[in-house]
Nanobody, 121 residues
Framework: QVRLVESGGRLAQSGGSLSLSCAAF????????MGWYRQAPGKQRELVAT???????TYGEAVKGRFIISADLLKNTVTLQMNSLKPEDTAVYHC???????????????WGPGTQVTVTS
């Protein structure tokens, strides 16, 4: 079974920076994509950023130009550098990933329990 573990969420001030990390554990043959989504109270889950082998990163409109996603796809880890934080960035941030988990090409898609980011004005 694969699991994702996020870390780095905390209280931050508006205009500040924060870095989130996600590590994947389990039998993983290959990464299809890894990334971050977020969900604020009363709101729908929202794309933050994703990255896939051989592709440029994709960012949600709300974070473009402020957040940077990077990954070590051999180590199955992904990092989100969050800059110029705004109070509206307050949410639970979930690592989301799809992996190939067997030699016959079976895939697994899931997300971690999340890490809370709170930005104060």
């Amino acid at each position: 079974q694969v699991r994702l573990v996020e870390s780095g969420g905390r209280l931050a001030q508006s205009g500040g920076s924060l870095s989130l990390s996600c590590a994947a554990f389990g039998r993983i043959v290959r990464v299809n994509d890894m990334g971050w989504y977020r969900q604020a109270p009363g709101k729908q889950r929202e794309l933050v950023a994703t990255i896939a082998p051989g592709s440029t990163a994709t960012y949600g409109e709300a974070v473009k130009g402020r957040f940077i996603i990077s990954a070590d796809l051999l180590k199955n880890t992904v990092t989100l550098q969050m800059n110029s934080l705004k109070p509206e960035d307050t949410a639970v941030y979930h690592c989301d990933a799809e992996f190939v988990i067997s030699d016959d090409g079976a895939t697994w898609h899931g997300w971690g329990p999340g890490t809370q980011v709170t930005v104060t004005s």
